[in-house]
């Protein structure tokens, strides 16, 4: 998988997150219907992460959802999915031009607070570390068609973060 990373803050030094996201979002999209299918045709993803302060983080809120609010991640799928499994079968259009010589399917952007993770973990009462790790995952899940606005699709997707996150293993030590 390849990551790339943006920083659109200034107040933390992103080194130590960027290793965690590097650590988690693969095995994210390898335990998904649509990563075995892409490792099995020897294929890769790509995926964009941006670290927003608040006020950037609120200001994409509202542009794209009308939420005047400062939110915890956002996620901008590039597919169309629905829980891990492609509709249809991608085009040409759907490959990262940037890698040409191996097949990547972009899968979208996932902007994350690092503030709101902070305060969050705080309020959860778990480290920042498996917050970061946690709203990372969720952004990639959104990516990969999944949902949380119906009580079943909350459960799967509950069930599928909780699944991801006891596989990982960051800084020789689980983040759960």
């Not at 790509?46 to 994409?60: D, K, N």
């Not at 999915?81 to 010589?101: Q, R, S, V």
């Not at 509950?158 to 689980?174: N, P, S, T």
């Amino acid at each position: 998988m390849i990551i790339q990373f943006v920083n659109r803050q200034s107040k933390y030094p992103l080194s130590h997150w960027r290793r965690l996201l590097i650590a988690v979002l693969p095995v994210a999209v390898q335990n998904t219907p649509v990563g075995e299918q892409i490792i099995h045709k020897g294929m890769t993803t790509s995926v964009c992460v941006t670290f927003a302060g608040p006020r950037v983080m609120r200001r994409i809120n509202f542009d794209t959802r009308r939420i005047n609010q400062l939110t915890d991640v956002l996620a901008f799928p590039m597919l169309e999915m629905t829980d891990g499994h492609l509709l249809g079968k991608p085009g040409i259009e759907d490959f990262d031009p940037a890698y040409p010589d191996q097949p990547t399917l972009f899968l979208g952007d996932v902007i994350l607070s690092l503030d709101r993770a902070f305060l969050q973990s705080a309020e959860y009462g778990h480290s920042k570390e498996r917050e970061v790790a946690f709203l990372g995952v969720h952004g990639l899940l959104h990516l990969l068609g999944y949902d949380h606005s119906a009580d079943e699709q909350a459960q799967v997707m509950e069930q599928k973060q909780r699944q991801i996150l006891d596989l990982v293993a960051f800084d020789g030590r689980r983040i759960t």
